[in-house]
């Protein structure tokens, strides 16, 4: 079997396509390129539609490398990746909801994103009949089609409904669980409640208002979005960062992941009963959102980070506040380390619960905590090195358990990293006020770049196409929990019904980020 480079390099590069290179290549080498992530060679980072097009992202390993191949939609339609690679089919199903493109010969061929609600079929498609088929205008009501959950057929089974409604605030998802007694046997999920169409967008807006865009299409990553979309732009267009932004930039990007991690940790803990650690955790979540409100203006730094630079102000005086919340973090994480591991009631919940398989966690490239507690050793940050990471020292904590201590434990070992990171970015950064080089346009033709970004979930892929006039022709961005969201299914058989919070909250998967 050929390898990647034997495979690409038979195909000149696209032009303008920064920094990793893009191949238009044929059906059959579309299939080798399969062939090799049902092998396991090589790892999907995202795959995505365009008009007559289909664009594919892949990781190679030793050394980590980065390409992208693209296909000719040939009447519409182009060889299935999922078919024999598991991780491609909710993507190649968002292809055909969204430009109309069909995967052949595809295991599953039902909606995703698309629920029977929207006024035209593949909207981002080319709108020509029957594509641009509308359906009732806005308003009249109308019963959209059942979906058509797997069948679980076997004695004593039943099955139990959840959503897409929650208690609390919590966003919408449907969760079908097939049981016997408490034990689960299958689940299977339903998304695409959420959908805001940030993709249809996007296109035609100027770069302002898609970076706006972008730091919304999750809330809980909004500097990890940002970074990864300005970074794409930045790429594309050829615009050099200053230091002091990119200094700024990863301490936001490692502010997110602290009250991430603080946060979900307490959470984890409340869905085992346990919410004292919930109090605590909150406790020092809030004072961290309050930092970052009093160094960027914003408690989650949503919109701080811009094509070119930054869009606030970071001086001194912000950055001893940084300094004093990462001394308050330093003295409060030891005792709510030995409250998690001195409970044993809490371990009983969590050891040996919603237990990831290594080699799912491998397969479906599972990034952030969910797979490294898997044994899946990458991180953006060290092995597609992007500055200011590439001269920090830090280390990517793994476990092999792949249950939901494991991914607690490597929550816990991030928050240590990340405030050693913040003190070495402190420590090396100009405190030069706002620091941006304001895009322009500089080329006739459309310049296209891709970004892959360390989220606090894992890796945030971010493909642009930039027109000559610094509108965005088309953006792609995919969140971790494309790949995160089918494994859980996998991890909760075998649990109780009770258990699924638990294992459901230690994922921490993203509904608004997954449904675009």
Not at 209 to 233: E, I, N, P, Q, Y
Request: glycine share 10%; proline share 6%; hydrophobic share 45%.
């Amino acid at each position: 079997m050929p390898n990647l480079s034997e495979i690409l390099d038979a195909f000149p590069e696209i032009e303008n396509h920064r920094p990793w290179p893009r191949r238009l290549v044929d059906a059959a080498s579309w299939r080798a390129l399969t062939e090799l992530l049902a092998e396991g060679e090589i790892s999907l980072l995202g795959l995505w539609g365009d008009a007559g097009h289909v664009h594919m992202a892949v990781l190679a390993t030793e050394p980590w490398s980065i390409a992208v191949a693209s296909l000719a939609c040939a009447n519409g339609k182009f060889p299935s990746v999922g078919r024999h690679h598991a991780p491609a089919i909710r993507l190649e199903r968002t292809i055909h909801d969204l430009f109309g493109h069909e995967a052949s010969g595809a295991v599953d061929k039902r909606p995703w994103l698309d629920h029977g609600r929207w006024r035209l079929r593949a909207p981002l498609g080319q709108q020509t009949p029957p594509l641009g088929q509308q359906t009732p205008p806005l308003g009249e009501r109308t019963t959209p089609p059942a979906y058509d959950f797997v069948k679980n057929i076997g004695e004593g089974l039943h099955q139990i409904p959840v959503g897409p409604v929650h208690a609390g605030i919590i966003e919408p998802g449907h969760f079908r669980f097939t049981a016997n007694g408490e034990t689960i046997v299958r689940l299977e999920e339903r998304l695409g409640y959420v959908h805001k169409g940030v993709e249809g967008l996007m296109a035609g807006a100027p770069l302002a208002r898609a970076a706006r865009l972008a730091a919304r299409c999750s809330g809980d990553s909004t500097v990890a979005c940002s970074l990864a979309f300005s970074r794409a732009v930045e790429a594309a267009m050829g615009v050099e960062v200053l230091a002091g932004a990119v200094s700024v930039r990863a301490l936001m990007a490692e502010l997110e992941r602290l009250a991430n991690h603080i946060g979900d940790i307490g959470a984890i803990c409340n869905d085992a009963a346990f919410a004292l650690m919930l109090a605590y955790c909150s406790v020092l979540r809030e004072r961290i959102l309050r930092a970052c409100y009093t160094g960027f203006g914003h408690r989650l730094m949503m919109d701080a980070i811009v094509p070119g630079g930054l869009s606030v102000d970071f001086g001194e005086n912000e950055a001893e506040v940084i300094r004093q919340l990462v001394a308050t973090v330093r003295l409060a994480m030891p005792q709510l380390i030995e409250l998690y591991d001195d409970t044993a009631s809490l371990q009983d919940r969590t050891a040996g619960s919603g237990v990831l398989k290594r080699e799912l966690a491998r397969r479906f490239a599972c990034g952030g905590f969910v797979g490294r507690g898997s044994g899946r050793s990458f991180d953006a940050r060290r092995d597609v090195a992007y500055p200011p990471y590439d001269r920090l020292s830090f280390d990517v904590p793994v476990l092999q358990e792949g249950d939901v201590n494991a991914r607690v434990w490597i929550r816990i070992k991030e928050v240590e990293q990340s405030l050693g990171l913040i003190e070495q970015i402190l420590t090396s950064a100009p405190s030069a006020g706002r620091i941006n080089a304001e895009p322009r346009a500089t080329q006739a033709c459309a310049t296209e770049g891709l970004a892959l970004v360390e989220g606090f979930r894992g890796d945030i892929l971010a493909w642009v196409r930039v027109a000559p006039d610094a509108t965005i022709e088309r953006c792609h961005l995919r969140d971790p929990s494309w790949f995160q969201w089918p494994v859980l299914e996998a991890a909760i058989e075998g649990n109780i019904v009770a258990d699924f919070p638990l294992c459901n909250k230690s994922f921490n998967c993203s509904y608004s980020g997954h449904d675009l």
